[in-house]
C-alpha cells in the first residue's frame, strides 16, 4: 500500500539503482545497490563474481569525500548464496543524504582486494502516513494521556491517605489540582509532538524537493544556445563554479525531439562566468526537444538538469569535438528492436534472446559493431575515456540514464572513490580502451519500471561518433 503512493523525486531522472561492472584487483565483479525509498533507510547490496575463487565479501559505507570517507564502520559480511556461490547479497543502513560510497573487501584464492562504489544517497519518495495507522497511534496516544492524567489525579487524591480512612473533600480537590495540571502537561506535550512533527516534515519535504531532478531554462539566440539552471532550491545549495570535469567535459547535454525520439544531440557546453553553459549549434532539425544536461557536483553527485526547448530548423557547421548526433526512425511502439543499420552501412546487433525483459533486473546489455561487410568492426578507437556510452529514455520521459561499460557512475564520482580506497593503487578497472577496442559491447544496467524504451548506443569507429537505436518495451 506504501509503495503504490510513492512519489518518485530522483537526482539521475528515474533511475536510483547504481550498476557497475569492473575489477576488484584480481576479480571481475558485478555490482548492484538498490536504494531505499526513504533516508534512513537500508540498500540492498548484490555482488556476482564472474569466476568461483571469490570466497568472502564483505561491505560498508562510508561517504565519498572529506574527513568522513576515511573512517569506515565495521564491514558487514555479505551472505554467498547456497545455490550460486558466486552470488553475493548484503544489506547497508544509508543514514545521510548525499554522495556515498559503498566499499566491497573481497577475499579469495588469488589475495584480498577492494573495490569501492559511490553512491548518490536520497529519499526516493516521502511515504504519507496511512489514514487509518494515524487514527490508530492518535486513540493510543489519547489512551495513554487519559491513563496518565488518572494515575497523577489518584496519586495526589490518595497517595497520603492512610489505609482504610475515608477521602475526604481536601484530598480530592488535591486529586482535581493534580489532574488539571497534568492535563495542562499532557496538552503542551502534544502540542510540542505535533509542532516538531509539522517541522520535520517540512524539513523532509524540502530535502526530498532538493533531491529531485532540478530544473533548467533553455534559450536559444541565434544558433547559440543557452542552459541556464533555474531551480531555486539547487541554486541555493549548488554552485555551478564547483562543478568538476566528468570524461573531460563540466557539462554532457542530451537534446531529444519528441515524441519520436528520432534526433538525439549529445553536446558538451561551455562554463560562462554567469552561471550559464552556451554552445553554438550545429545543423538541427526543427522540433520540440526534452533537455537532460548531466553534471557532477564537487563532492561527486550526479545531476540531470531537465527542461525543455522549441527550436526552428538551424543551419550550422558540423558536430566537432566529442559532441555527436544520432539521426534515427521513430520509436517503434510495436515491436523490439534488436539491429540498427547506420548510414554509411554499419550495423550494431543488440545480443539477447526472446524473453521478455523485466523491471528491476540487473543486467548486462551486451551489443556488437559490424561494418559494412557484417563483419566485426576493426576500427572502433576509445569515446571520451570509454568504450561507448549509452542513454536510454522511456517514451514518456520519466526516465533517462547515461550509462557507460563500466555502469551508471560517473567517472568524476569513480574517481573520487577510488582515491579513498586504499588497496587501490590507481583508479579501478573502468573497462577503459585501449586505442583498438573490441567490436563487443557491454553495459551494465536494470530498467527501473515497465514501459517502452529507446537506447541509444554512442561509439567511435574511424574518427566518426556514431549512434544506434533499439527500442524495446519491459515488463
Known amino acids: 500500500m506504501l509503495l503504490a503512493l510513492v512519489l518518485p523525486a530522483f537526482a539521475h531522472v528515474g533511475s536510483p539503482d547504481v550498476f557497475y561492472e569492473g575489477d576488484a584487483g584480481p576479480y571481475h565483479l558485478f555490482v548492484t545497490v538498490r536504494l531505499p525509498q526513504v533516508i534512513p533507510g537500508v540498500a540492498e547490496v548484490e555482488v556476482r563474481s564472474s569466476s568461483p575463487d571469490v570466497h568472502q565479501i564483505a561491505t560498508a559505507v562510508a561517504r565519498l569525500t572529506g574527513a568522513g570517507s576515511k573512517y569506515l564502520p565495521v564491514p558487514d559480511l555479505a551472505k554467498q548464496s547456497s545455490t550460486d556461490p558466486r552470488f553475493f547479497t548484503s544489506s547497508l543502513w544509508l543514514m545521510e543524504y548525499g554522495s556515498l560510497r559503498v566499499l566491497l573487501k573481497v ?21 504519507p ?65 505535533f509542532s516538531w512533527w509539522r517541522v520535520d516534515d517540512k524539513a523532509h519535504t524540502t530535502l526530498a ?31 555551478v563554479k564547483n562543478l568538476v570535469l566528468d570524461h573531460g567535459h563540466i557539462m554532457h547535454l542530451f537534446l531529444l525531439r519528441t515524441p519520436g525520439l528520432d534526433r538525439l544531440w549529445h553536446l558538451h557546453p561551455e562554463r560562462t562566468n554567469q552561471g550559464t553553459f552556451e554552445e553554438d549549434l550545429p545543423s538541427v532539425e526543427a522540433g520540440h526537444y526534452a533537455v537532460f544536461a548531466d553534471i557532477v557536483d564537487q563532492y561527486g553527485f550526479p545531476w540531470t538538469l531537465v527542461g525543455s526547448i522549441d527550436l526552428p530548423t538551424l543551419t550550422g557547421p558540423a558536430p566537432r569535438g ?19 543499420a547506420l548510414a554509411d552501412g ?35 578507437e576509445p569515446y571520451m ?40 593503487a590507481s583508479m579501478p578497472d573502468m573497462k577503459m580502451p585501449a586505442e583498438k577496442i573490441s567490436p563487443d559491447l557491454s553495459i551494465p544496467y536494470g530498467f527501473p519500471k515497465p514501459g517502452l524504451y529507446c537506447i541509444f548506443v554512442q561509439f567511435k569507429r574511424g574518427g566518426a561518433i556514431e549512434t544506434a537505436s533499439f527500442d524495446t518495451r519491459v515488463q
Request: aromatic letters at 4%; proline letters at 7%.
Open 129 to 193: 502516513m496511512p489514514r487509518a495507522l494515524g487514527v490508530l497511534l492518535l486513540m493510543l496516544a489519547i489512551g495513554l494521556a487519559i491513563g496518565a492524567i488518572s494515575i497523577v489525579g489518584a496519586a495526589g487524591r490518595e497517595s497520603r491517605v492512610p489505609p482504610g480512612i475515608a477521602i475526604t473533600p481536601d484530598y480530592r480537590r488535591r486529586g482535581q489540582r493534580a489532574m488539571a495540571i497534568m492535563t495542562i502537561v499532557v496538552g503542551l506535550i502534544f502540542w510540542g509532538a
Open 107 to 127: 577475499n579469495g584464492a588469488r589475495g584480498p582486494a577492494e573495490l569501492s562504489v559511490p553512491v548518490a544517497s536520497f529519499g526516493q519518495a516521502v511515504l
Open 346 to 380: 554499419t550495423q550494431v546487433v543488440w545480443i539477447r534472446d526472446h524473453a521478455p525483459l523485466k523491471a528491476r533486473v540487473p543486467m548486462i546489455l551486451e551489443f556488437e559493431v559490424k561494418d559494412k561487410t557484417a563483419a566485426p568492426a576493426k576500427d572502433l
Open 322 to 340: 566529442d559532441d555527436s548526433e544520432g539521426m534515427v526512425v521513430s520509436l517503434n511502439r510495436s515491436n523490439d528492436s534488436t539491429i540498427s
Open 209 to 239: 524537493k532538493f533531491f529531485k531532478s532540478p530544473k533548467c531554462a533553455a534559450t536559444l539566440t541565434g544558433n547559440r544556445l543557452s542552459i541556464r539552471p533555474s531551480d531555486r532550491l539547487w541554486l541555493e545549495n549548488e554552485k
Open 385 to 424: 575515456g570509454m568504450a561507448a556510452h549509452a542513454e536510454i529514455i522511456r517514451d514518456d520521459l520519466s526516465v533517462f540514464a547515461h550509462i557507460h561499460p563500466s555502469g551508471s557512475a560517473p567517472m568524476a564520482s569513480m574517481m573520487m572513490a577510488s582515491m579513498n580506497t586504499p588497496m587501490s
